[in-house]
């Protein structure tokens, strides 16, 4: 263990502030708990002159992170600029080239790049770390990595994208269309300069591409995430999921199966009484099922200066504790290559559609559903002033290929007005 | 790192016995995870004919823990006996002098011995481990000692006894008195031997005191614990606290105030559509607040062979890992003396009491806690059949100091029939 850990920070926003001023704030704290004193060596940022409400004036300034990250009075490179490729990740392999420990909050760089450059900070001797780059300020990769480690993890799930969670509980809180409340939340700034990373969840994906790797000892696969976002979700399916006791979340669910790893980030129904179905606003959720412990929920602030800047400081005080960790929780080499599962384990449905109200109606959609072996657990009818017939339907354990076929098949009875919206039951 | 960890453990328990099992069905996982064979050398418990359902022909027996601490082939003592004191702390200490690391569950140990046996650990430059000793499977210890170490830890509060957690929730949920549902807990052998280290607090408080050490760089100091158990809880409480919109829990709540360090072990209302106040059964939770990260909920299950056995190899694999930590989160020798607080901090105050239905009774009481300085925040008297009126008080926040000297008072004036039942709402 050295006695002083020098860092060198490369980005200033919101989470690189937020670090320099932990540093700044609590030399006496961190000290006390790592025996070792941490040190800001050099900075890099964008822009130099801009008032970011700290003090940087005792640190040197470069304005080439690489330059940055191979300094020799910096012991670990601590990456907070973001963007899978670019300065992010030259910076990145020139500090582990160099001989630095680093530490990230990236997960686009992860997600596409991790098993590279796991190999490459283990060919060199040095750690890769990133707590702050999975729900915010939740330490879910040291509990699934380290804490949880006696366990074969058989399920990881959670709410990984907080603006998403907080477009969702406002649409229902306020009664909001999607359109109106995206606006919203882009006035509040709460989105991405791309909108698609959030609502899309493609964020959310890299982040459950990350937790896949350690959960189930394989390599980072981020294109195996299947991807759906939540623009398509309608206040109507809000309220009618609602009054069948569940909540929409945006849902990441990772599992290794039988036909390989399953991993799906969707709109997704859960309980409106579990702990997921509970959480509102902006709040992250991680669920990790193991055959050991059962099942785990972590829940905090998925995002915010404070809380990804408690995230960067564990994984730097790691290193200045002398805790060495392969990034991924085993050796990179050792990291089997991802087999994606074709299909989603099977699951209830939910099914909303329009019908026209007429004698044998239902009959026909419930023959369609039939036809393809899907059964019917719960169905409601709602009363109606029109011709048109609101209709709630909740499978039993079905497959999206059996449901896609017996959509086909709604349709041609010629009794559905519209299309019908299908939504996967996550069961938790 | 060694390429072979060598375990003895002693109790062969539920614990011991779940931890024997991850060894010997997972040895492939945890060697890819940890680079490192784990392998059990030898095995001690008080009986050894008993079918325990897993295979320990392979391991040497030792009757004496002792012994079985100190044999040249153990590299790790796993201490799964339990009691403060007795075998489990002399093969504890015997473990450490002789230059092995330890790993154990044991709370009450640590509890009234903690400080004395890290000193022990730290003089010999073993570790002394004891994620399994707090709130079962959840990796708090860890999340606490590391991955939130970048915080000023404000606050840390949960639910730790699941015994407890369930009799309460039972009591709400089939509308039974505490004595019956006790007796059932019993039956179910959810009970200590010595129930009172359930329902009167004393094994939630033993874990109150190891976090409020880790969370403050305090000496543990389980004698500061203000205790009070669940055994005055009345189901009409229960009822009451809900109609206000509160559960009963019992809480463990530690923070550092200006007057000192604050634990307090006793049932508080939570706000029932908080984390807390939606825990059923024997799950248990932890609430950690930094100044950083917000607040932090961890939530899982508080006991059984899986949990306990997950958190037992957390931290046996991270000393395969060669994750080298001070036991409470910095060296012992660092741990400051615990001043504890004398009181406990202002707090809205739950009143339920029955007064007899004359005109000026209410008015008498609202007085008597004005003359005290409290305010009521909000009150309802509820309709009766008889001449004894049920009413029920919110107080704004105030000390328990006032509350005692309002109660005084309230007495005194002649309209209160019995005596009223005053509990803590803490607010989270």
């Known amino acids: 263990m050295t006695t002083v850990l020098r860092l060198g920070i490369a980005g200033l926003g919101t989470v690189g502030t937020g670090t320099v001023k932990i540093i700044r704030q609590k030399a006496a704290l961190l000290e006390a708990r790592t ?13 130099r002159d801009k008032d970011r409400g700290v003090n940087l004036s005792s640190y040197a300034w470069e304005d080439d992170p ?215 606003g902006g709040t992250n959720m991680v669920v990790i099922e193991g055959d050991a412990v059962e099942q785990i929920v972590l829940r905090g602030p998925g995002a915010g200066e404070g809380p990804t800047a408690s995230a960067v400081m564990g994984d730097v005080l790691d290193i200045a504790r002398g805790t060495r960790l392969s990034t991924f929780g085993q050796p990179a080499a050792t990291l089997v290559e991802t087999k994606p599962a074709q299909s989603a384990a099977p699951a209830p449905y939910y099914i909303r559609m329009t019908l026209e109200d007429k004698p044998g109606a239902l009959a026909k959609i419930a023959t369609a559903l039939g036809a393809s072996g899907i059964s019917i657990d719960r169905m409601r009818q709602y009363g109606h002033a029109d011709t048109a017939a609101p209709v709630l339907i909740v499978t039993h354990k079905t497959r999206r290929t059996a449901l896609n076929e017996a959509v086909i098949a709604m349709r041609e009875t010629g009794v559905m007005l519209g299309d019908p919206v299908s939504l996967r039951i996550e069961e938790v």
Chains 1, 2 share one sequence.
């Open 35 to 47: 025996g070792c004193k941490i040190e800001i060596s050099a900075v890099s940022a964008r822009t």
């Open 66 to 280: 690489v330059a940055l990250a191979t300094r020799d009075d910096v012991d670990v490179f601590v990456e907070l600029m973001g963007g899978s490729d670019g300065p992010a990740k030259a910076a990145t392999e020139a500090a582990l080239k160099a001989g630095k420990d680093v530490v990230t909050a990236n997960k686009a760089m992860l997600a596409l790049h991790g098993q590279a450059l796991a190999e490459l900070a283990e060919a060199n001797g040095r750690v890769l770390r990133f707590e702050a780059a999975v729900a915010g300020g939740i330490p879910v990769i040291k509990s699934l990595t380290e804490g949880l480690a006696g366990n074969e993890i058989t399920r990881v799930l959670g709410v990984m994208n907080g603006t998403c969670n907080y477009i969702l509980t406002r649409m229902e809180n306020a009664g909001l269309p999607y359109e109106e409340v995206f606006e919203e939340a882009n006035q509040l700034g709460y989105l991405e300069a791309d909108p698609n990373l959030d609502v899309g969840g493609i964020d959310a994906g890299h982040k459950l591409s990350l937790l896949s790797s350690i959960a189930f000892g394989t390599q980072v696969h981020f294109d195996g995430v299947e991807l759906e976002g939540i623009g398509q979700i309608s206040i109507e399916d809000i309220h009618a999921a609602a009054d069948m006791g569940y909540r929409i979340k945006l849902l990441g669910v990772a599992q290794m199966t039988g036909r390989g790893l399953e991993q799906r980030m969707s709109p997704c129904l859960v309980p409106a009484a579990s702990p997921l179905g509970q959480l509102e």
